[in-house]
């Protein structure tokens, strides 16, 4: 009697849930899939997502609920909507090439479903729902073609099932926070940053959470899991930020889109090699690139904080970057007092005799940020942008580097975008610090080398505490912040700034693969990378800062990560490992090309943390190699063909 029960319950229940099924889409290769449903619950006329996951056969249910709506200052649009039509699925099919990243050939391959709702008042509202190979998308829309408004509130919320593991990092407005692994009733309760990393009780599903393509319509959101735990629902900055200049609620115009809901899914290594954020992002409005060139920097900053007011000091990195072949040396704040032998014109002109090419930080200024660092405001406005990048290009400099953001208000997303379209037009690389985390503005703005928006190793600098937590996070970072964009950590340091490190020499040098920038600010001193083993130097010489793949090989995140990245014909391996145990792991290389022979450079750890084992060794795809890791330790390697 209880069997039939149950089988009829369960029978009753799935008829049920087909009927509130409204609309379903699945991605071109059968993987990912999306649903959209009707809550037959409290709130009438309320729709919510269901994301699902397809490999080997199984379904996972990823997100069992996402809802969604939006509120502005005229009506509702979460509840009490009709729903008018189910669009037919329409193909996207694209490819382009991005100027840096993880991969330069993108194919982006989607199915996008419309839907469309109507409120009691007769109003209109699209979601645009994309089900890609590597994840889902959705946006809104409003259709009307006049009209202004303010958006009171986004009701977009992710429930997530309270035996996910998840990787979160505490909402902060630099982005410069530690992630936070839990679980069950270890789940906190706070405001938090993107992105968010989570992996499915049954393990065979993991996604990660973030948004793209934020344009001037609105502003950056951020996920809050106050009210219920498990129940992550995305809101805007709060009203303090930015010194309480500019509103905390975005302002729209009629027709109006939002910025893309994303979420990235699959296996962990899909997670690594997806570039779904910038995939979802308008493509580029720089017509002539010719001017965005990659490359590595020098930077003086972590070993000497005032080290651009000294004008030996510049030239001593100038010098560095020339014997490394870096192409670029940064000078950072306070480049406006420069002495002790010259002025920043005496300096740009040594730099540039050296055939390295300089970029200069600026303060962002204005009302928004306190730090009286210098200079500032001279970015603040078109003209001031106008006056100061005139200045630059006749002087030889070629990018700048922006700080102190410190909201993500709707007018700070116009001042970063502002940044970007008067640098293009003089030419300008840009360099965000202290900002948000990166939304898919590399593409649209390929001039965008880079963002911070991470806990680097500027905080040696800060305090003792990163000394103990860097090794543990930096193996998160691949899984979670560098995924969605380009991420300037500041790596590859083998002395020590105000506080020790506990990394080893063979994990330092393994973040110039990890970790993916198309600056890659190289910050040690001069002394740091000249007493390096020729192997090891001549490895920073040569290790490139854009790629044209990258492979996860092995990893979890907050215990080690293996990644192996290609340009042109040859690659370059990175491992790293966290925990206070040594290690052996098993290189394979399938990924190489078959029936070719390569010159492998395997720099590993040797008897202590400040050592190395360098052996040179001919593999081919069917090789395996055994490499060494010393607790927080790590290796890099290069393969040539022969």
């Not at 899939?33 to 990823?62: C, F, H, I, P």
């Not at 009302?367 to 290009?393: C, G, Y």
């Amino acid at each position: 009697m209880k069997t039939t029960i149950t089988t009829a319950l369960f029978l009753l229940l799935h008829a049920f849930a087909a009927r509130a099924q409204q609309a379903r889409i699945l991605s071109p290769n059968g993987k990912i899939g999306a649903a959209l449903y009707k809550d037959e619950g409290a709130k009438a006329g309320s729709w919510y997502l269901k994301v699902l996951y397809l490999a080997d056969g199984k379904e996972t249910t990823a997100i069992p609920r996402i809802d969604l709506g939006l509120v502005r200052n005229d009506q509702d649009f979460s509840n009490n909507l009709l729903l008018l039509k189910v669009g037919k699925p329409q193909l996207i099919n694209e490819q382009y090439t991005a100027l840096h990243g993880k991969r330069l050939n993108r194919t982006n391959a989607a199915n996008e479903l419309m839907v469309s709702f109507e409120t009691p008042g007769k109003a209109k509202m699209n979601l645009f729902i994309r089900a890609w190979n590597d994840g889902v998308t959705f946006r809104y829309e409003f259709p009307e073609k006049q009209g202004s408004f303010v958006i009171r509130e986004e009701s977009t919320t992710y429930s997530i099932p309270q035996t996910t593991m998840r990787w979160m990092e505490r909402w902060n407005p630099a982005n410069e926070g530690l992630y936070t692994a839990m679980s069950d009733d270890k789940v906190q309760q706070q405001d938090w940053c993107y992105p968010a990393l989570f992996n499915t009780a049954d393990k065979a599903c993991w996604f990660l959470l973030h948004e793209a393509d934020v344009d001037r319509g609105y502003c950056g959101t951020k996920l809050r899991n106050n009210d219920d735990r498990n129940a992550y629902k995305l809101v805007f900055p709060n009203p303090k930020d930015g010194n309480g200049q500019g509103d905390s609620l975005p302002s729209i115009t009629l027709p109006w889109r939002s910025p893309w809901r994303v979420v990235v899914a699959g296996s962990l290594a899909d997670i690594i090699h997806s570039t779904l954020v910038e995939d979802a992002s308008a493509p580029s409005v720089i017509k002539n690139t010719d001017w965005i060139r990659p490359g590595a920097v020098s930077w003086n900053y972590w070993s000497s904080n005032h080290g651009t007011k000294d004008y030996k000091i510049v030239t001593a990195f100038a010098d560095l970057a020339a014997r490394m072949n870096w192409p670029y040396t940064l000078l950072d704040w306070e480049w406006d007092g420069m002495s002790n032998g010259g002025t920043v014109e005496d300096a740009v002109r040594y730099i540039l005799s050296k055939g390295v090419k300089p970029l200069i930080w600026y303060n962002s200024g204005g009302k928004h940020t306190n730090v009286s660092s210098t200079p500032r405001d001279r970015m603040l406005t078109h003209e001031n942008r106008v006056v100061e990048f005139t200045k630059l290009k006749k002087l030889g400099f070629v990018g700048v580097k922006v700080d102190f953001f410190e909201s993500e208000k709707q007018d700070m997303i116009r001042y970063y975008l502002d940044i970007l379209e008067d640098a293009a037009q003089f030419e300008m690389m840009v360099y965000f610090h202290g900002c948000m985390v990166p939304r898919g503005w590399a593409r649209t703005y390929p001039n965008l080398m880079t963002n911070e928006a991470v806990r680097g190793a500027e905080w040696y600098n800060n305090g003792p505490e990163f000394t103990g937590t860097a090794p543990e996070h930096n193996t998160i970072l691949p899984f979670t912040r560098n995924v969605v964009g380009a991420m300037d950590y500041t790596p590859v340091t083998f002395t020590n700034s105000q506080f020790p490190h506990l990394t080893s020499y063979g994990h330092e040098l393994a973040l110039s693969v990890v970790f993916e920038s198309a600056l890659q600010h190289f910050a040690d001193r001069p002394e740091g990378y000249d007493g390096l083993p020729d192997a090891a130097r001549a490895f920073l010489k040569t290790v490139p800062t854009v790629w044209d793949d990258t492979q996860l090989l092995d990893g979890y995140p907050g215990k080690e990560v293996i990644l192996a990245r290609r340009k042109g014909n040859d690659w370059y391996v990175g491992g790293i490992n966290a925990e206070i145990r040594p290690k052996k792991k098993t290189l394979s290389f399938g990924f190489l090309k078959a029936g070719v022979q390569y010159k492998m450079t395997l720099i590993a750890d040797g008897e202590h943390d400040k050592a190395f084992d360098i052996q040179q060794l001919v593999v081919n795809q069917s090789t395996s190699v055994d490499v060494k890791l010393l607790r927080r330790g790590g290796f890099a390697a290069s393969l040539v063909p022969l």
